[in-house]
Nanobody, 120 residues
Framework: QVQLVESGGGLVQAGGSLRLSCAAS????????MGWYRQAPGKQRELVAT???????NYADSVKGRFTISRDNAKNTVYLQKSSLKPEDTAAYYC??????????????WGQGTQVTVSS
């Protein structure tokens, strides 16, 4: 089993910054990607950013230029540095890990979520 623990959420004013972190533990062999998703009330969960072990990143258009995802492979930890925050960034943020289980299949693991609220 894989466990993911997020931290760093909270309340911040528009234009401010936060850094989220997610530490993975357990059976974490064969990781393909780690990333962040978010879900606002009444909306579908959406991808925010992902990063591979080699450092290749992918961002949602809505956060490009404002958010930066990074990874510390030695600590099995992924970070999301968030700047120039907007009220529309308000959501529960979830850490995600994709792990290879067979050659062409992956299994997803999720953290418990951390709430980020951006006030106007």
């Amino acid at each position: 089993q894989v466990q993911l623990v997020e931290s760093g959420g909270g309340l911040v004013q528009a234009g401010g910054s936060l850094r989220l972190s997610c530490a993975a533990s357990g059976s974490i062999f064969g990781i393909r990607t780690m990333g962040w998703y978010r879900q606002a009330p009444g909306k579908q969960r959406e991808l925010v950013a992902t990063i591979t072990r080699g450092g290749s990143t992918n961002y949602a258009d809505s956060v490009k230029g404002r958010f930066t995802i990074s990874r510390d492979n030695a600590k099995n930890t992924v970070y999301l540095q968030k700047s120039s925050l907007k009220p529309e960034d308000t959501a529960a943020y979830y850490c995600n890990l994709e792990r290879w289980v067979v050659s062409d299949h992956v299994r997803d693991y999720w953290g418990q979520g951390t709430q980020v609220t951006v006030s106007s």
